[in-house]
């Protein structure tokens, strides 16, 4: 039987009374590149969220990069959420998150992530604090953030939760590009709500019902 990189078999998951994802099964294959669109409240973001192993689900087997245990599947997964999500801390510790990444390694990220001209122009550098929920950075920049930690993390598996959803034209066209090395190569899960940006390469899934239908 292929091996998929995600796998997800009879997935259900509630909100206290309110049933989000019903009986749910998706499979995808390393390498693909997965659209999921739908509308607001649908459950996309949830099924992302179990896919990272942020949330179990209430019923279903879970099993990513061949991975079941959440902590494991953390490691196989690497998020760029829609919403600021940096910690009150330094540019650096943001794309670090405490681990031991090179210099080298760190500044390659960046410069794919478009940060290096605004890193070198901040008064501490990558030591700049990001401020209070990242208040200090522009909602371009910590998107960048994301995508450089994401480049460092060096997942198998990248998911989007709507990385371009509150950004300017201009701003989610560096964005984009930012994605797109960040993308290339991996298996991709992509929740949007304009599935036009993501290109004739991806896979396009519906959430209806608490369940995923080809679009």
Excluded at 35 to 46: M, P, R, V
Excluded at 53 to 63: C, F, K, N, R
Excluded at 85 to 100: A, K, M, Q, W, Y
Excluded at 145 to 154: E, G, M, N, P, T
Aim: charged share 20%.
């Amino acid at each position: 039987m292929e091996r998929y990189a995600v796998c997800l078999e009879k997935i259900s998951f509630s909100y206290e009374n309110t049933v989000v994802l019903n009986d749910l099964s998706f499979q995808v294959k390393a390498g693909e590149h997965i659209g999921l669109i739908g509308d607001s409240g649908c459950g996309k973001s949830t099924l992302l969220k179990i896919i990272a192993g942020l949330y179990a689900p209430d019923e279903g087997l879970v099993s990513i990069a061949g991975e079941s245990l959440p902590e494991k599947i953390r490691e196989k997964a690497a998020v760029v959420m829609q919403h600021n999500s940096l910690f009150p801390l330094s540019v650096r510790e943001n794309i670090t998150c405490g681990h031991d990444i090179s210099e080298e390694r760190i500044w390659s990220a960046c410069q794919s992530a478009s940060l290096t001209e605004w890193i070198e122009s901040l008064p501490d550098g990558l030591d700049t604090s990001v401020g209070e929920r990242g208040g200090q950075v522009s909602g371009g920049q910590a998107q960048r953030i994301q995508i450089a930690r994401a480049l460092c993390k060096d997942a198998p598996i990248i998911l989007l939760d709507e990385p371009l959803s509150a950004l300017d034209q201009d701003t989610g066209a560096s964005v984009l590009h930012a994605l797109d090395t960040l993308t290339k190569g991996k298996t991709v899960i992509h929740v949007t709500h304009d599935p036009e940006p993501l290109g004739s390469h991806y896979l396009l899934y519906r959430m209806e019902g608490g369940r995923l239908i080809r679009a």
